[in-house]
Nanobody, 121 residues
Framework: QVQLVESGGGLVQAGGSLRLSCAAS????????MGWYRQAPGKQRELVAH???????NYADSVKGRFTISRDNAKNTVYLQMNSLKPEDTAVYLC???????????????WGQGTQVTVSS
């Protein structure tokens, strides 16, 4: 079975930085796109940043210029560097990966358990 394990969340003051990591483990043939989503209390889950297997990225308008997504394909890991954090960035951040388990199987999405990011004003 595949697991996505996030780390790096925590409490930080406004203007500060955090770096999230998400490592995929298990029986994996290949990983396609990976991404970070977030969900604040009472709000819908939203895409924060997305990166393809080739390294192309896209970001939510609210985080452009402040957040950077990257990946290490050798480690099956995706990162999210978050700078200039704002209180409105407070949310549970979830990792997503589109993973092909076997050569003959279609890829599907997997999710991590989430990591809390809290930004105080």
């Amino acid at each position: 079975q595949v697991q996505l394990v996030e780390s790096g969340g925590g409490l930080v003051q406004a203007g500060g930085s955090l770096r999230l990591s998400c490592a995929a483990s298990g029986s994996i043939y290949s990983i396609n796109a990976m991404g970070w989503y977030r969900q604040a209390p009472g709000k819908q889950r939203e895409l924060v940043a997305h990166i393809t297997s080739g390294g192309s990225t896209n970001y939510a308008d609210s985080v452009k210029g402040r957040f950077t997504i990257s990946r290490d394909n050798a480690k099956n890991t995706v990162y999210l560097q978050m700078n200039s954090l704002k209180p409105e960035d407070t949310a549970v951040y979830l990792c997503n990966a589109n993973i092909q388990l076997y050569r003959w199987r279609s890829p599907r999405d997997f999710w991590g358990q989430g990591t809390q990011v809290t930004v105080s004003s």
